[in-house]
């Protein structure tokens, strides 16, 4: 990304933060290269703080940190839109966002790939999903061609109820091995409406 850093005094730009799941603006702050660099590196969003004069990772200290989702630049090269998962409030006040809205999304799926998302940056032990990541790519294909022959098979039956549970698996399964690749049912999502033109 070629960023225009010089284009203030202070070598800063502003970095406007947006949910991926809900579209919603959630805070701003200001980045240096520094601050985008560490961004990059360890997918949680860090700033210069202009208040500490340092380096700031948000949610060092509350545990609320902005897991990195994407990076763009304006057409100016001077600010950034970067999209971030939300762990816990964003706001120093404790809500949701810094304009005191509630940052709600009412699309489940949305709300669950936030969750894998978390849960691949943030391991945990406990977490059944941590240890699919843990694990490697290749068991997570291989999870996923299981419960997609558990679905044939249920298909086959009159279960109705046993067919939406293995169905239920395979999404959730491959929504795992969707990250695990780098990639969100949006990605999918814009493939099939490329071919639906």
């Known amino acids: 990304m070629q960023i225009d850093f010089q284009k203030s005094a202070d070598g800063l730009v502003p970095a406007i933060i ?4 809900t579209n919603k603006v959630l805070m701003l702050g200001y980045m240096n290269q520094e601050a985008l660099d560490k961004t990059l590196a360890e997918k949680k ?6 208040s500490k004069n340092r380096l ?9 940190f902005l897991l990195l989702q994407d990076i763009k630049i304006d057409c100016d090269h001077d600010t950034l839109l970067i999209k971030a998962n939300p762990v816990g409030p964003v706001c120093h006040t404790g809500a949701d966002t810094c304009w005191d809205e509630q940052n709600v999304s009412n699309d489940f799926l949305a709300k669950l790939e936030s969750v894998i998302t978390d849960r691949k940056n943030n391991p945990s032990e406990k977490s059944y999903t941590s240890q699919l990541f843990a694990r490697g790519i290749n068991k997570m294909a291989q999870k996923v061609g299981e419960e997609a022959v558990e ?7 009159n279960n109705d109820n046993l067919f ?3 169905s239920a698996d395979l999404l959730f399964h491959y929504l795992i091995l969707l990250q695990a690749k780098g990639f969100q049912l949006a990605d999918v999502i814009a493939v099939l409406k490329e071919r639906h033109k």
């Open 45 to 50: 969003v860090t700033f210069f703080s202009r």
């Open 164 to 166: 939406l549970n293995e």
């Open 56 to 64: 700031w990772t948000k949610g060092e200290e509350s545990g609320n």
């Open 151 to 157: 679905v044939v098979i249920e298909a086959k039956d």
């Open 18 to 21: 947006q949910d991926p799941a």
